[in-house]
């Protein structure tokens, strides 16, 4: 079954102002409120001299939300990168073979991709450009955002925390007198959080008091 909230954006770091990257991948995985919080990173990164390759899974391509219509989000993509997304495996399978890009980030990262990844499952251009990465050495960073994290997704949180190559932009409990099981990354610790990983570190603190 498709994730209905699936899609990955890879990015080809051509300039930036420290460390940055000659070709990094940054995904979001979810059309959920939390997208509406990555879509400005990508902008960001495009400001540094980015040039963004959108990947989309066939779910997002073709779901509309509450908070997006599926081509609304095809447009906006396009409008930011200036590219058209890949949204079929065929088209992602690639990435690996050709060593497209040294990073990738999945941001937001809901819990059901966060198990596919913890399960080496690659049924979807977003696990499929995951796998592709890993199978190359080259970290992935995950910016979750999952109602679940803190419970049956936290063995699958777990497993990945402990994986080479994978690395989690800090993240915290969102709303714990409402939701006590969700976890939220900090999305706007993306670009530092991408700087580690180039140094194999994990920025740390990972766990945050995510409203400070």
């Known amino acids: 079954v498709l994730e209905r909230k699936d899609y990955v954006v890879l990015a080809y770091i051509k300039v930036a ?38 990947i989309l899974s066939p ?30 495996m065929v088209k992602a399978e690639p990435i690996g073979p050709q060593k497209l ?22 049924d979807t251009s977003v696990t499929l450009a995951c796998k592709s990465q890993l199978r190359n050495s080259r970290p992935v960073v995950l910016a979750i955002s999952t109602n679940d994290g803190l419970g049956t997704s936290a063995k699958n949180l777990a497993a990945l925390l402990n994986k080479k190559q994978v690395y989690f932009v800090p993240f915290g409990q969102d709303a714990p007198n409402i939701k006590q099981n969700s976890l939220i990354a900090k999305m706007d610790l993306i670009p530092e959080t991408l700087l580690a990983a180039r140094e194999n570190r994990q920025l740390q603190p990972v766990l945050i008091d995510y409203h400070n």
């Open 59 to 88: 779910a997002v391509r073709n779901t509309d939300t509450r908070f997006i219509k599926a081509d609304d989000l095809y447009e906006k993509l396009v409008e930011i990168t200036g590219k058209e997304p890949i949204s079929t």
């Open 17 to 54: 102002k420290e460390i940055w990257l000659k070709k990094a991948a940054v995904g979001p995985v979810s059309v959920n409120c939390t997208i509406l919080t990555v879509l400005p990173h990508i902008k960001d990164l495009v400001a540094e001299g980015a040039d963004i390759l959108p």
């Open 101 to 122: 890009v040294d990073i990738m980030v999945v941001a937001p990262c809901t819990g059901t991709t966060l198990a596919k990844l913890a399960l080496g499952l690659s």
